[in-house]
T-cell receptor
Framework: SAVISQKPSRDICQRGTSLTIQCQVDSQVTMMFWYRQQPGQSLTLIATANQGSEATYESGFVIDKFPISRPNLTFSTLTVSNMSPEDSSIYLC??????????FGPGTRLLVL | QQQVKQSPQSLIVQKGGISIINCAYENTAFDYFPWYQQFPGKGPALLIAIRPDVSEKKEGRFTISFNKSAKQFSLHIMDSQPGDSATYFCAAIQTGANNLFFGTGTRLTVIP
């Protein structure tokens, strides 16, 4: 299994600003993903973070709003840009050698005022 | 459209009882079905998973039952304990694809 850490664990931000969330994995993994989870709700995949190339976004999510970087096999960032209160959510990073077996980080709890 | 349907939304079980959570899917291309356990303020943790070539998988007190013809699978927690109180998510994915589709979650409360 992989141990995944995220920073920050939580933040309160003003609308119109941007926040970058970091995800660090303790071992080299093939796959890294970013999810959004509304409190008390299910998880929705935002994008697959690809090493050295542009992320693959799911329907409803765009690069301008959620730019993602993955410079190496163990690190990725997700930026939530030009935030609005609707972006208030929990953002989760997951990783694994295979996409079927994903291990999740603790999440970043974001509140946009 | 919800790819994986999960029920019940919430479940209250007495300590020592059996907790049963059910999931159903439509996409026959799915071939890997994990269950995740999530405690408040934490990320989901992989609990147990099954492939459709077996009808049952057991790990300790946790058992997955799989009915391929009905496209249904369920999680059974035997001898439920207060420490099992958490939200449980079923999920499904097609091997090689990236999108792990999650159910809507079941909030389990085990009362002493």
């Amino acid at each position: 299994s992989a141990v995944i850490s995220q920073k920050p664990s939580r933040d309160i931000c003003q609308r119109g600003t941007s926040l970058t969330i970091q995800c660090q994995v303790d071992s080299q993994v093939t796959m890294m993903f970013w999810y959004r989870q509304q409190p008390g709700q299910s998880l929705t995949l935002i994008a697959t973070a690809n090493q050295g190339s542009e992320a693959t976004y799911e329907s409803g999510f765009v690069i301008d709003k959620f730019p993602i970087s993955r410079p190496n096999l163990t690190f990725s960032t997700l930026t939530v840009s030009n935030m609005s209160p609707e972006d208030s959510s929990i953002y989760l990073c997951s990783a694994g050698v295979l996409s079927e077996t994903q291990y999740f980080g603790p999440g970043t709890r974001l509140l946009v005022l | 459209q919800q790819q994986v349907k999960q029920s019940p939304q919430s479940l209250i079980v007495q300590k020592g009882g059996i907790s049963i959570i059910n999931c159903a899917y439509e996409n026959t291309a799915f071939d890997y079905f994990p269950w995740y356990q999530q405690f408040p303020g934490k990320g989901p943790a992989l609990l147990i998973a099954i492939r459709p070539d077996v009808s049952e998988k057991k790990e300790g007190r946790f058992t997955i039952s799989f009915n391929k013809s009905a496209k249904q699978f369920s999680l059974h927690i035997m001898d439920s304990q207060p420490g099992d109180s958490a939200t449980y998510f079923c999920a499904a994915i097609q091997t090689g694809a990236n999108n792990l589709f999650f159910g809507t979650g079941t909030r389990l409360t085990v009362i002493p």
